[in-house]
């Protein structure tokens, strides 16, 4: 029998099954230990079912994989999708773009949600429209506690794998709720004391939503590292800089210092937001700073 691990704990992993649309608890064969191949929640997987009634079996063969991200550590996602509130707590830019480049480089395609419209004036809206709708990624406007933007959610999400990503209190497991009711997915209220959200998500999992349709949730995030990645290659992440850094006077314009920079152009003519430029400044100077310590360690071995 075919499946797909939907969640693993403490070395079980629970398969959800093509054939009956079970969930079977599952250990996996020792060959994959000398394999050194561990399972991921994403695998599709053969099993074999040792108990029909108590749904229980063997994992017996990992399918191919499409993908495997490193964090987290999951497989077989087609896409990812974004969570921020609009308002409580309020978005960290600079965070919402860490999120945004660590898909890319993943090879994921990001569809951006704004959540708790019903809570945020449309000035708060269009602010977020300006700052990033020129940043590659679809933008969608929802409200978890309504059920604004479900359809239109539902629609993007069809017949897709999908890994949810976002700051805790963004309204991540609220919408998985408003997505499939049976999910129960728990909830938590917003620090008032820091103004964040606590996590409730402890471990990656998969919901079925319907056929061919999943979504995993994530365990929520407060920093990410820029990992792997150099100054120089940052700006190839800012898709409204590409089309115009061709017209720079240099090659391999930073879009910092130099003269006759055409992203820097325009940027003071409204074109390119300021808040996408001011953390594209942030996150150079913290991989330039990160290449300087690098060095200093190998010269100190």
Known sequence: MQGKIIKGIAGFYYVYAEDDGKVYECKAKGIFRKENKKPLVGDNVCMEVLDQEGRTGNIVRILPRKNELVRPAVANIDQALVIFAIVKPEPNYNLLDRFLIMMEQQGLSSILC??????????EQKALREAYGFCGSRILFSSASRGDGMEELEEVLKGKTTAVAGPSGAGKSSIINRLNPDAGMETGEISKKIGRGKHTTRHSEIIALQKNTFIMDTPGFTSLGLFG???????????????????????????????????????????ISGVRYGNYKELYEELKERRKYERKRRENV
């Open 229 to 271: 990645l150099d100054k120089e290659d940052l700006q190839g992440y800012y898709p409204e800089f590409v089309r115009y850094s061709e017209y720079c006077r240099f090659s391999g314009c930073s879009h910092l210092n130099e003269p006759d920079c055409r992203v820097k152009e325009a940027l003071a003519e409204g074109k």
């Open 114 to 123: 704004f959540n708790k419209k019903d809570i945020a004036s449309e000035e």
